[in-house]
């Protein structure tokens, strides 16, 4: 059974840093551009990051504070979020889709999701 799951999140103060991650099982994430996903309350889904299943090509969607990576010998992705912020509040979700090269970084461009991992910045 093919899933994608999600670690990491929890409350933390604004100013410090998380880095989440996304473990796959059920298939290798070898041949899968990957992608970092948030949803925010009351709010639609938006991308924050993509990488290509090399991981040589990235795009970011939020630009700053955002580092995403991924390790095919682990079969995971990771994203680094620093100097986090009130706002970056929202339940962040990694997505999986067959591409080689680096497809839009969009939700409608993802076929496999995780179940999410809530992170809450406090000010």
């Known amino acids: 059974q093919l899933q994608l799951v999600e670690s990491g999140g929890g409350l933390v103060h604004a100013g410090e840093s998380l880095r989440l991650s996304c473990e796959a099982s059920?298939?290798?994430?070898?041949?899968?551009?990957l992608g970092w996903f948030r949803q925010a309350p009351g709010k639609e889904r938006e991308a924050v990051s993509c990488?290509?299943?090399?991981?040589?090509s990235t795009k970011y969607t939020v630009k700053g504070r955002f580092t995403i990576s991924r390790d095919n010998a682990k079969n995971a992705v990771y994203l680094q979020v620093d100097n986090l912020k009130p706002e970056d509040t929202a339940v962040y979700y990694c997505?999986?889709?067959?591409?080689?090269?680096?497809?839009?970084?969009?939700?409608?461009?993802?076929?496999?999701w995780g179940q999410g991992t809530q992170v809450t910045v406090s000010s």
């Open positions: 990488i290509s299943s090399s991981g040589g």
């Open positions: 059920g298939f290798t994430l070898d041949y899968y551009a």
């Open positions: 997505a999986a889709r067959v591409s080689r090269s680096l497809p839009v970084c969009n939700v409608a461009g993802f076929d496999y």
